[in-house]
């Protein structure tokens, strides 16, 4: 899903998660990934600056929408890697 602020882009997904022990913080949560775009003027054209948030900060991304197979089996330190692509 994203959504547009003025100029600002927010996308955000929400993933399965799993490699968490039982009883650990967090158990049960999926993952929420959240990616903003910043456009901006610099010079003669358009540039971006991106960020991505990811939480919980622990487990791995066990079930994914069609589109995102890559990221199955990524540990939340490798998504943002991953993500850069997009």
């Known amino acids: 899903m994203c959504h547009t602020l003025s100029t600002i882009i927010v996308c955000v997904c929400v993933l ?4 968490v022990a039982s009883g650990d ?5 999926p993952f929420l990934l959240q990616y903003v775009i910043f456009p901006y003027e610099y010079g003669d ?15 791995v991304i066990t079930g994914y929408p069609p589109g995102v197979q890559y990221l199955a089996g990524l540990s939340h330190t490798h998504i943002a890697e991953a993500v850069s692509g997009w």
């Open 25 to 29: 913080e967090g158990e049960g949560l």
């Open 16 to 19: 399965q998660k799993g490699g």
């Open 45 to 59: 054209g358009q540039q971006a600056r991106s960020e991505l948030w990811v939480e919980p900060q622990h487990g």
